[in-house]
């Protein structure tokens, strides 16, 4: 009876093992998802009445109303470029002559691609230690901490370097070690 419970003890934990090892996309941050979505309901925009209903579209089945939230075309608009673009997914003259600009050195064509695949990569090397994993405890802060930029630092270096900058609250751990 007692080799009965060790062998299903064992099997048990085989395969939580198991599970935990699987080879998925990791998730570094572990957001529980059974929790409302408060960004899935979205106000619609108010309704108006046309100058003229003969210039209206004629309805399409899985269309767009003109009364949809369209969140990129707002953004856009919002940050001074135009609802059609985003809607026509055509670049401007403004906007292909900025990608021009922040092409002027070379461009890589692929690449998002390149660093979805080189990000993933990253990911499932530093997707936490075993029990990390089995109790869903957030790793990202963790796994990323060596990227992550020290700002004052940054900012030190472009005042350095006669950069204007925008003032900003004085770094923590310099008050707390000028005091003692």
């Known amino acids: 009876m007692r080799s009965i419970r060790m062998t299903s003890g064992f099997a048990l934990i085989g395969l939580l093992a198991l599970t935990a090892c699987a080879d998925k996309d990791p998730s570094l941050m572990n957001i529980r998802s059974d929790t409302p979505d408060e960004f899935s309901i979205l106000p619609t925009k108010p309704l108006e009445e046309p100058e003229d ?64 695949a080189e990000d993933l990569e990253y990911r499932k090397a530093n997707n936490g230690r075993l029990l990390e994993r089995l109790f869903n405890v957030s790793v990202y802060y963790d796994s990323y901490s060596e990227q992550e930029l020290d700002q004052h630092r940054e900012l030190d270096r472009l005042r350095a370097r006669g950069v204007p900058t925008p003032s900003a609250p004085p770094d923590p751990e310099r008050v707390s070690n000028a005091g003692e």
């Open 53 to 116: 209903y003969e210039s209206l579209p004629a309805p399409t089945p899985g269309g767009t109303n003109r009364a949809d939230v369209n969140p990129f075309a707002d953004a856009a608009v919002a940050l001074g470029g135009s609802e059609e673009a985003v809607v026509n997914g055509r670049a401007t003259n403004r906007e292909r002559a900025l990608a021009a600009h922040a092409a002027r050195y070379g461009a890589t064509p692929d690449i998002r691609e390149t660093l979805a």
